[in-house]
């Protein structure tokens, strides 16, 4: 075979576009794909607003997306992708390990998710898995959605109702936020501490952020 031969028999590399707000990390990742024979990073952003139109634009077979990004989440990037590039396939990259997390992305669409302090090996076997068109499950995100079938869903007023928890305020305010009697939010805060498996309002603070369902900035 000729070296010209042989050239255009090497295939194509994967295409990786990187959304990540924080500058090492963002750093990290660049150079670990740059050393892989069969990668290529294409493009490499700080915010959800830069990744979308070079998402749309250059087309990468892969997108590494932070969930927690300035303005635009991750989610909503991964959710927009999904209708607007649907041939993208994204891996999420999370620091955060609560199953809400995990769930709400690839909820949104991503193919699936990494702890950030995964190994660099098993970030890089993980994109080689996803470009073949698998969906690779690692034990920590296999564990979290197992532990999240356990739990009751939790309706859409009820995740209003937490937030404001979260933010210390009292029945009669929640009320007041909400447009509803003192009598409903206490209803609902009943509710909440029920499906959490607790015994007092304070109580579910620290449950909610354990699980990623709020998050405190």
Request: some cysteine; glycine content about 4%; proline content about 6%.
């Given at each position: 075979m000729t070296p010209h031969q042989f050239q255009k028999a090497r295939p194509k590399p994967i295409r990786v576009l990187c959304v990540e707000d924080h500058p090492l990390m963002r750093v990290g990742i660049t150079t670990m794909i740059s050393r892989q024979h069969d990668m290529q990073?294409?493009?490499?952003?700080?915010?959800?607003?830069?990744?979308?139109?070079?998402?749309?634009s250059l087309s990468p077979d892969i997108m590494l997306v932070d969930l927690r990004l300035p303005k635009?989440?991750?989610?909503?990037?991964?959710?927009?992708?999904?209708k607007e590039a649907p041939l993208v396939r994204t891996i999420v990259l999370t620091m955060y390990q609560g199953d809400e997390d995990i769930f709400r992305a690839l909820e949104a669409g991503a193919v699936t998710c990494l702890l950030k302090d995964s190994l660099a090996d098993e970030l890089v076997e993980v994109i080689r898995a996803v470009a073949r068109g698998e969906r690779p499950r690692p034990p920590a995100v296999e564990r979290a959605l197992v532990e999240r079938s356990t739990h009751e869903s939790l309706t859409v007023r009820e995740l209003e109702v937490i937030t404001f928890i979260v933010k210390g305020l009292r029945n009669k305010e929640i009320a007041a936020?909400?447009?509803?009697?003192?009598?409903?939010?206490?209803?609902?805060?009943?509710?909440?501490?029920?499906?959490?498996?607790?015994?007092?309002?304070?109580?579910?603070i620290p449950i909610v952020v354990r699980r990623g369902i709020v998050h405190l900035e």
């Amino acid at each position: 075979m000729t070296p010209h031969q042989f050239q255009k028999a090497r295939p194509k590399p994967i295409r990786v576009l990187c959304v990540e707000d924080h500058p090492l990390m963002r750093v990290g990742i660049t150079t670990m794909i740059s050393r892989q024979h069969d990668m290529q990073t294409v493009a490499a952003v700080s915010t959800a607003e830069e990744a979308l139109p070079l998402a749309l634009s250059l087309s990468p077979d892969i997108m590494l997306v932070d969930l927690r990004l300035p303005k635009m989440s991750g989610q909503d990037l991964i959710r927009t992708l999904a209708k607007e590039a649907p041939l993208v396939r994204t891996i999420v990259l999370t620091m955060y390990q609560g199953d809400e997390d995990i769930f709400r992305a690839l909820e949104a669409g991503a193919v699936t998710c990494l702890l950030k302090d995964s190994l660099a090996d098993e970030l890089v076997e993980v994109i080689r898995a996803v470009a073949r068109g698998e969906r690779p499950r690692p034990p920590a995100v296999e564990r979290a959605l197992v532990e999240r079938s356990t739990h009751e869903s939790l309706t859409v007023r009820e995740l209003e109702v937490i937030t404001f928890i979260v933010k210390g305020l009292r029945n009669k305010e929640i009320a007041a936020r909400l447009g509803i009697t003192e009598e409903t939010a206490k209803a609902h805060v009943k509710n909440i501490r029920a499906k959490l498996g607790v015994n007092d309002k304070m109580s579910i603070i620290p449950i909610v952020v354990r699980r990623g369902i709020v998050h405190l900035e």
